[in-house]
């Protein structure tokens, strides 16, 4: 009975888990960081742009709506509808730049997450877990003893493969 018990005791030991917080982990990763400001300019330069042209838009439409008083209906007509499908095509320019700009956010954060976690995997690999739990606000550990959590120490490796 003594030995089923130590066995016991034994393999329970062999089992090394630990956990890491998955959102603490991928906005703390400086690479993250760096996407995000990235985009965060490319968007300014976005929405510079698209004020720009909104503006460009809006004394064309003034001006447009000076010049209608002094042509004919059918003339008047014809600029309305050419300047109607100017701003139609450069919305719809602006809104495919809009989404460009999000897809290539988004495939970059969504390839960044996959290298995390080929980075966690090898991470305890190295360090010898059995398990590598996630946690997060889904509550995939509810709890977790802080000897356990080893996102600190996952984030300063991670961070420093990063710089290199």
Not at 24 to 38: P, T
Not at 110 to 128: M, P, R, T
């Amino acid at each position: 009975m003594i030995l089923a018990v130590a066995a016991a005791t034994l393999s329970c030991e062999q089992n090394k888990i630990a956990f890491v917080d998955n959102s603490k982990l991928i906005n703390e990763y400086q690479e993250k960081i760096d996407i995000e400001a990235k985009y965060k300019t490319k968007l300014e330069k976005f929405n510079k742009k698209a004020d720009s042209i909104s503006k460009i838009f809006q004394e064309e439409g003034q001006a447009f709506q000076e010049e209608a008083k002094r042509l004919s209906q059918s003339k008047a007509q014809e600029k309305y509808n050419t300047l109607l499908q100017k701003r139609q095509s450069i919305g719809q320019q602006l809104q495919q730049e809009e989404q460009q700009l999000s897809i290539e956010s988004q495939t970059e954060i969504d390839s960044l997450i996959n290298k995390v976690k080929d980075f966690v995997n090898d991470y305890a690999e190295e360090k010898g877990y059995t398990f590598v739990l996630g946690a997060n606000d889904g509550g995939s550990v509810l709890y977790g003893e802080e000897s356990k959590d080893i996102t600190k120490a996952v984030l300063k490796a991670l961070n420093e493969k990063y710089k290199k």
